[in-house]
């Protein structure tokens, strides 16, 4: 708070695994502030994760980092307009779930920055003397490179980038969880299970017996079965929908998940379909056109894009890949 109360600017990075704190801390540090008239924008790499944060936004969103980012990219914001004065005007900064994301993002930010508060002097301050506070844990899910191998993605965190030079590390350990009012029965679970987690991260985990699913007709059948009991009749229900998941190895296994869901689920199904049309003007020649067949493009699926075929019915959630209009739900 100091630092901030100073304004003599400052890069921290807050280290800490799940249930140490981060999230009771940003609420902290944004309410202080604000409750004195200061701005503080509060980002995270994920929509998920942005949802925790008072008034949070995806960094992507709030900042305008262009998709790909790039190691040359800055914000596309522009001097004069009002995102830019927002940026002048901000106190602090609160970038959760930091590790996840590539490093040329926080460079960008870095870049426009500097650019904003005219900083002659950017080598020995980074972020334009603003004070900018990172979050996460090194232990979960790290930017996603395409078919990189393991030295592309530690070469691609924060932790990799030249900003880290400026970057003050501090470390949060104790479990809060633990502190409330629980029984002992309750403290022991949670402390096992926290263990559990630290020990998952750190590759200590020797998967037993019990957790291995071996006797099975249909694996898909019995895993939603098991994580989402009777969601024929609950698929309504929010609350029982966000306290629990399958996380799969492939977008394929994904595919599988929720076509089998949706086929147990009743009602009348609707059926959305991709364009798979040329653009002839387009195209440099005939050949080029005929071989890019309708056939072709229904089966063609990817990463990042819907697959030809959306199938869907009513009341079953539905998952935008990407923000088309925030403040109207999209």
């Not at 350990?173 to 022991?188: D, E």
């Not at 998940?257 to 040329?278: A, M, P, Q, T, V």
């Not at 195209?283 to 030809?308: C, D, I, W, Y």
Request: proline letters at 3%; a negative charge.
């Amino acid at each position: 708070m100091s630092v901030v109360n100073k304004q003599v600017g400052g890069m921290f990075f807050l280290y800490g695994y799940r249930g140490t704190g981060k999230t009771f801390m940003w609420k902290t540090l944004s309410d202080t502030l604000r409750s004195k008239g200061d701005i503080v924008l509060t980002v995270a790499s994920s929509g998920i994760a942005s949802l925790l944060l008072p008034n949070g936004r995806t960094a992507h969103s709030k900042f305008v980092i262009l998709v790909p980012t790039l190691e040359n990219s800055t914000c596309n914001i522009h001097q004069g307009i009002e995102q830019a004065r927002l940026l002048k005007a901000t106190k602090l900064i609160i970038w959760d779930e930091a590790p996840m994301a590539h490093k040329y993002c926080f460079e960008a930010l870095d870049k426009t920055l500097n650019d904003f508060m005219l900083m002659s002097n950017s080598d020995s301050v980074p972020f334009g003397g603003k004070v900018v506070v990172f979050g996460g844990d090194f232990k979960q899910i790290f930017p996603i490179i395409t078919r990189g191998s393991r030295s592309d993605i530690v070469n691609a965190t924060i932790n990799a980038s030249y900003l880290w030079d400026y970057c003050t590390v501090l470390k949060l350990t104790k479990k809060m969880h633990l502190q409330s009012n629980l029984t002992i029965t309750n403290a022991q679970e949670i402390k096992r299970f926290s263990q559990w987690l630290i020990d998952v991260g750190e590759g200590k985990l020797e998967i037993s017996n019990e957790l291995l699913i071996k006797n099975f007709n249909d694996h898909i059948e019995l895993i939603v079965g098991h994580t989402y009991p009777y969601i024929q009749h609950n698929y309504k229900d929010e609350e029982f929908l966000k306290s629990r998941a399958i996380l799969a190895s492939t977008n394929e296994i994904v595919d599988q998940i929720n076509d089998y869901i949706l086929n147990i689920i009743s009602g009348d199904e609707k059926e959305y379909l991709s364009c798979d049309s040329i653009d002839i003007t387009d195209v440099a020649s005939s050949e080029s056109h005929e071989a890019v067949t309708p056939e072709f493009l229904h089966s063609f699926k990817t990463s990042g894009m819907p697959n030809h075929k959306i199938r869907i019915k009513i009341g079953t959630p539905i998952m935008l890949i990407q923000n088309l209009d925030q403040v109207e739900g999209l």
